[in-house]
């Protein structure tokens, strides 16, 4: 697409050419074209959203090996409510306080090393963070992150769950945290936002004894950006569908879907819950299902190739440059094959960091990888490029990566 038609030109905005990879505040992926598809079309006419959540979960739970599955309004929001259904249960009184937690058993063991920005939304539903272990093992002082005595030691009447984010590094492994909480009869809440690809990830975490398994939906999956999924045992699902949905419902007509056990609902209908906040749309529901199936169906072999094309285009062209080093690190947590472009100080007229910032500020604007500046470091990631894209982002680097002028002044010798 020409980025002169962009829509954010409408309101004097913009448009991002996006070699950072997936990051949400530059709009997280590149939606695949099916569930743009699948969104039209859920426009058109209404559903009774709790019905296509059950459709969801049954979808859910056969690509997961999971009992059920939920459809949230991103990762995020999927932390939320599974920390919500760990602390209230089927305890309709408890949905109605969250996040008041008054009589009610509220924290959540985390491993130091697994806390991030992202538990917020553990306490936004009413949870009470408390870590375990030990939050620097780089030191070379003997330490290791969590030893399992010490998640055996919290966990006490006021344990809801044990949290774990879930990444190549993290220790100790799944499957010793989820032992010691199912012998306290513990659930254990899994962060595997961008732990996909690849898809056998999807059942990986609850083969390894997750209780809930939460991804977002607008990272590789490509859905909506605003989606994610929680995969995981029915009872707490049937919790998390009731704390979320709206349920302003007329009793004495109304079916309970299957995702809702209609037992529960004899004692009366809860309220809207502290997840009402974070509603999903019928159209992301249906963009979001729409994505996983072209998700998990396409070739992941072939997407990669993609990337790696272009990431080697990148590594030839820019790495003839005097000054600049470049590298293909397949490594990374990204999952894709990026470029590392070292910059010699010594040699280039800028800094790594003048320079991203010099990007962003061009029309369109460029967003390079930018955790790595103060190395000197400007990292490609060729996730969210088109091909077109490609090209606008290699002349741009070439026009902003030039040498020092020389100077005139005679180098001093003695
Ligand atoms: C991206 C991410 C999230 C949030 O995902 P959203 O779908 O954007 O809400 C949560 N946890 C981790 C570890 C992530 O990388």
Redesign the pocket.
Known sequence: MNSQDSIYRTYNVSPVINAAGTK?RIGGSRIRPEAIDAMERAAESFVVLSELQSAASERISELTGAEAGYVTA????GLLLAAAATIAGDDFEAMAQLPVTDGVADEIIMPRTHR?A?DHAFTAAGGTIVDVGTNDVELGTGAATVEPWELHGAISEQTAAIGY?EKSYTQPPLSVVTEIAHEHDVPVIV?A??EVPPVANFERFIDAGADLVVF?G??AIRGPQTT?IVAGRSALIESIALQNLDMHIARDIWDAPSIIDSVALEEGVPRHGIGRSAKVGKEELAGLLAALESFVTEDQDAVYETWMARSTYFHQQLGGIEGVETTIDTSGESRAPVVELSLDPAVIDHSATEIAADLRSQDPRLFVGSDRLTEEMIVLNPMCLTDEEVEYVLERLLEAITPKATSNVEPFTE
Request: proline share 0%; hydrophobic share 35%.
């Open positions: 949400t991103g990762a995020s929001a991030t992202y984010v962060d936002a961008a977002s607008g990272k994610g």
